[in-house]
């Protein structure tokens, strides 16, 4: 376990609104103790009701930050969001497999929060076959699982460890599938490891403002690891951050659709 504040390091997109993506992400690691750096995948045009354009910089430009910051900054973690395309997966993939962080939480985007493509097609066999191996964690939803397994979306949670255990086959260290989608006043993840599979439950919140859930997740667990026994400590605690950033999210008046989580409710 870290005896200093970790440095954990954000790759994805940002988010202009300010409440998914880099900016999500980077509140996050402050509000749990850990320094964050960033290399940025995409630009966004988007507020809380939806994506207006999306620019994304050359790989050969990402691989630029990848390596500055890897060079001189001591990484403990690694949080992984949008990629945009295949160019950019491979990218990444090739950055960790130099540098060889300890910890790597990928957080398998796909679609924001209104539906709007974050990963081009193309990318989803780059992502399966390049990233899942070099992951200690993935965080899908039951989309995505669906969408990297070529499977139909599951609806039960024993068919959801069945899945979460088919992905780990593809080469990730631990799943956490996440139940959202699920429906109903529970919201319950699966996380499978060499260990086996635990439930790990939550009672839904009933909010509008979820935008960056996904995101502040898995950037919790990259910032709680390294300061944590174990990961499941790090899961667990990293759930129970969001379910009280959730809880607390309408004290915020952010915009006039899908608001943000209230990343700093311990201090605000």
Known sequence: MSQTPPNVLTIAGSDSSGGAGIQADLK???ALGA?????????TAQNTLGVRAIH??????????LDAVFTDLRIDAVKIGMLANADIVQCVAAALRRHRPATVILDTV?????????????????LRDALLPLATL????????????????VHDEESMVR???ALRALGAHAVLLKGGHLGGSHSPDWLVD????????AARVATRATHGTGCTLSAAIAALRPQRPDLPSAVNEAKAYLTQALLRAERLQVGQGIGPVHHFHHWW
Do not use: C, W
């Open 28 to 30: 996050t690691f402050s």
């Open 35 to 43: 320094y964050g750096a960033s290399v940025v995948t995409a630009l």
């Open 56 to 65: 994304v910089p050359p790989a050969d430009f990402v691989a630029a930050q």
């Open 110 to 126: 796909m679609l924001s929060k209104n539906g709007q493509a974050l990963l081009a097609a193309d990318a989803v066999h780059a």
């Open 138 to 153: 993935i965080t899908p939803n039951l989309p995505e699982a669906a969408v990297l397994l070529g499977e139909a979306e």
């Open 163 to 165: 899945q979460a255990r």
């Open 194 to 201: 060499a260990s086996g599979s635990a439930r790990l439950g």
